[in-house]
């Protein structure tokens, strides 16, 4: 079985920053991609970042593109979120999924993709 679990969430005020983690807990886990996607309540939960874990390729969701980068470690098989110039609207529960499969760039941004979640993150941002 194999786990993923978030750390870094909290309160920021609105035009700070953040930096979540999700690191694996269990039985070794070896992604092709892994990715961040987050849910307000009320609402569907929505791609917010990804990475392909060999070639590094990246993609966005069009609700943070120019805030947030996505990034990794290949020796822990660890993902983390930058988020920067946080707005209320940000406020949310953050996942994160990882994939065993080495899915296409363009199929990152499909929760569909993911095999393993994480229990979320709370995030909330305050003006």
């Known amino acids: 079985q194999v786990q993923l679990v978030e750390s870094g969430g909290g309160s920021v005020q609105a035009g700070g920053s953040l930096s979540l983690s999700c690191a694996p807990s269990?039985?070794?886990?070896?992604?092709?991609?892994m990715g961040w996607f987050r849910q307000a309540p009320g609402k569907e939960r929505e791609f917010v970042a990804a990475?392909?874990?060999?070639?590094?390729?990246?993609a966005y969701g069009d609700s943070v593109k120019g805030r947030a980068t996505i990034s990794r470690d290949r020796v822990k098989n660890t993902v983390f979120l930058y988020l920067n110039s946080l707005r209320p609207e940000d406020t949310a529960v953050y996942y994160c999924?990882?994939?065993?499969?080495?899915?296409?760039?363009?199929?990152?941004?499909?929760?569909?993709?993911?095999?393993?979640w994480g229990q979320g993150t709370q995030v909330t941002v305050s003006s």
């Open positions: 269990g039985r070794t886990f070896t992604p092709g991609a």
């Open positions: 999924a990882g994939s065993r499969g080495r899915p296409i760039l363009s199929a990152v941004t499909s929760q569909q993709t993911y095999e393993y």
């Open positions: 990475i392909r874990w060999r070639e590094e390729n990246r």
